[in-house]
């Protein structure tokens, strides 16, 4: 029951990350540098805060405790995470929902399964979850596989994409993606989805506030929300910068006041995005309290957006009038990429 719980919590996790950027289509005449940082501030400081003040007793006590090392590399993290977060909706913007969260979360699932065993085979004297046990055990070598199913399905759908856009007209392609660019997008979505794996390396750094937490009375079942607002702190420095630069370079500061557009309703439905946006995170750490796995845990979210995001691309007709084999084929790297998380997560099942 704890299990089928776990994978509940993740699935509405996945289903809000997958959904969220759909009111950010009811914005209008705003730059998406405007209603990115507004969204941002729900996402990364008004909601993890709320969260946590409802779940976590005295909870910046917890962080204002803890000891400088944890709170720097879990900071670190979300800073490095906050690029993927950005190169994320930019990849969004370019290739619409299906084709940008398929590439971005597939990347995401291939790093945030190999990197932490690399660094610790480099850098550690750690014996366990490195990447030269994982070569040598079942678990790992099924991991392994699950990695190489996730870059043919990246590479599949890329394939996907590109007979799109030999196929469909520049009309026909901003119809449904205003801003699509096949290559732009891939470039962005290819960082953002290696840099969007740092936060499950962030919430890992993090633990000893969530132990901390359980310890002072918090109920587990929400013990990660202390972790996400640090960790969120680095997402929301990297994404105010970017964007702050981006409205001064762009000139797009009075967005934010400009009466010609409809204020109440973009100020709105960009905080019901990044409201939304975190509701990922406050069920995914529900999620992995239940499971107690980490990795798999992440392996699942991922999956689980790829689908929803992929419904809402097949709905919102991203890829109407494709030839039926450009169609087959975004569906095939879709299903390859769902197939390697599934891979990926029952390796780390096996390794535990």
């Given at each position: 029951?704890?299990?089928?719980?776990?994978?509940?919590?993740?699935?509405?996790?996945?289903?809000?990350?997958?959904?969220?950027?759909?009111?950010?289509?009811?914005?209008?005449?705003?730059?998406?540098?405007?209603?990115?940082?507004?969204?941002?501030?729900?996402?990364?400081?008004?909601?993890?805060?709320?969260?946590?003040?409802?779940?976590?007793?005295?909870?910046?006590?917890?962080?204002?405790?803890?000891?400088?090392?944890?709170?720097?590399?879990?900071?670190?993290?979300?800073?490095?995470?906050?690029?993927?977060?950005?190169?994320?909706?930019?990849?969004?913007?370019?290739?619409?929902?299906?084709?940008?969260?398929?590439?971005?979360?597939?990347?995401?699932?291939?790093?945030?399964?190999?990197?932490?065993?690399?660094?610790?085979?480099?850098f550690t004297s750690a014996s366990h979850g490195t990447i030269s046990q994982m070569i040598a055990s079942t678990g790992g070598q099924v991991v392994?596989?699950?990695?190489?199913?996730?870059?043919?399905?990246?590479?599949?759908?890329?394939?996907?994409?590109?007979?799109?856009?030999?196929?469909?007209?520049?009309?026909?392609?901003?119809?449904?993606?205003?801003?699509?660019?096949?290559?732009?997008?891939?470039?962005?979505?290819?960082?953002?989805?290696?840099?969007?794996?740092?936060?499950?390396?962030?919430?890992?750094?993090?633990?000893?506030?969530?132990?901390?937490?359980?310890?002072?009375?918090?109920?587990?079942?929400?013990?990660?929300?202390?972790?996400?607002?640090?960790?969120?702190?680095?997402?929301?420095?990297?994404?105010?910068?970017?964007?702050?630069?981006?409205?001064?370079?762009?000139?797009?500061?009075?967005?934010?006041?400009?009466?010609?557009?409809?204020?109440?309703?973009n100020y709105l439905f960009s905080a019901i995005a990044g409201t939304t946006w975190f509701l990922?995170?406050?069920?995914?750490?529900?999620?992995?309290?239940?499971?107690?796995?980490?990795?798999?845990?992440?392996?699942?979210?991922?999956?689980?957006?790829?689908?929803?995001?992929?419904?809402?691309?097949?709905?919102?007709?991203?890829?109407?009038?494709?030839?039926?084999?450009?169609?087959?084929?975004?569906?095939?790297?879709?299903?390859?990429?769902?197939?390697?998380?599934?891979?990926?997560?029952?390796?780390?099942?096996?390794?535990?």
């Amino acid at each position: 029951m704890q299990a089928l719980l776990g994978v509940f919590f993740h699935f509405v996790g996945g289903f809000a990350s997958g959904s969220f950027y759909i009111p950010f289509k009811r914005v209008k005449a705003w730059a998406w540098e405007s209603y990115w940082i507004i969204g941002g501030l729900f996402s990364w400081l008004i909601a993890p805060h709320i969260a946590a003040w409802l779940t976590i007793p005295d909870f910046m006590h917890i962080i204002r405790t803890t000891d400088s090392d944890t709170l720097f590399w879990t900071y670190v993290m979300g800073l490095l995470w906050g690029i993927g977060g950005l190169t994320f909706g930019l990849s969004v913007r370019y290739l619409g929902l299906s084709l940008g969260q398929s590439v971005v979360l597939g990347f995401c699932s291939v790093f945030g399964a190999l990197i932490p065993p690399i660094y610790r085979d480099l850098f550690t004297s750690a014996s366990h979850g490195t990447i030269s046990q994982m070569i040598a055990s079942t678990g790992g070598q099924v991991v392994l596989l699950g990695v190489a199913i996730c870059v043919v399905g990246i590479c599949i759908c890329g394939k996907a994409g590109m007979m799109k856009e030999g196929e469909l007209s520049e009309e026909e392609k901003k119809a449904s993606i205003q801003e699509f660019n096949l290559w732009k997008g891939l470039i962005v979505a290819t960082m953002s989805g290696i840099l969007s794996a740092c936060f499950n390396f962030g919430i890992e750094a993090g633990k000893p506030m969530a132990h901390v937490a359980v310890e002072q009375g918090c109920n587990p079942l929400f013990q990660n929300n202390v972790i996400f607002v640090v960790v969120l702190w680095g997402g929301l420095t990297t994404n105010l910068i970017w964007s702050l630069l981006l409205n001064f370079r762009n000139k797009t500061f009075g967005n934010y006041v400009d009466k010609k557009t409809p204020l109440l309703n973009n100020y709105l439905f960009s905080a019901i995005a990044g409201t939304t946006w975190f509701l990922q995170f406050f069920f995914y750490g529900m999620g992995e309290s239940k499971l107690g796995n980490g990795a798999s845990s992440w392996i699942l979210h991922t999956a689980s957006i790829i689908i929803i995001s992929n419904l809402w691309g097949l709905y919102l007709k991203e890829w109407k009038g494709v030839k039926p084999a450009t169609y087959r084929t975004i569906l095939t790297g879709i299903a390859t990429i769902i197939l390697s998380v599934l891979i990926v997560g029952y390796g780390n099942y096996l390794s535990e």
